[in-house]
């Protein structure tokens, strides 16, 4: 059984930064690309970041391009979304999933299992 435990989320000003975790268990981890998502109120959810299986490939949206760096560390079954230069419209539910492919993949039917979500706010 797949599980998926984000951490990191919280309050920042804008122009700040903030790092989501999210560690993996019940898979063999570096089988499989992972990726971050993200659903502001209103709105539909949407992707932000995805890294391969092996860590060597990712893909962004163009959003965050420049601000936002996803890394994955097999030996620790962990992905990480480094979060910089944070905008007022970075504020979301941002979750982690596991892609049923070892390649990057920006669509959420690519993904089998989710995580719970976690709260990231950036307000003044």
């Known amino acids: 059984q797949v599980q998926l435990v984000e951490s990191g989320g919280g309050l920042v000003q804008p122009g700040g930064s903030l790092k989501l975790s999210c560690a993996a268990s019940g898979l063999t981890f570096g089988s499989y690309a992972m990726g971050w998502f993200r659903q502001a109120p209103g709105k539909e959810r949407e992707f932000v970041a995805t890294?391969?299986?092996?860590?060597?490939?990712?893909s962004y949206a163009n959003f965050v391009m420049g601000r936002f760096t996803i890394s994955r560390d097999n030996a620790k079954n962990t992905v990480h979304l480094q979060m910089n230069a944070l905008k007022l419209e970075d504020t979301a539910v941002y979750f982690c999933?596991?892609?049923?492919?070892?390649?990057?993949?920006?669509?959420?039917?690519?993904?089998?299992?989710w995580g719970q979500g976690h709260q990231v706010t950036v307000s003044s």
């Open positions: 890294i391969s299986g092996s860590g060597f490939s990712t």
């Open positions: 999933a596991v892609a049923n492919i070892p390649n990057t993949a920006i669509e959420e039917h690519e993904y089998d299992n």
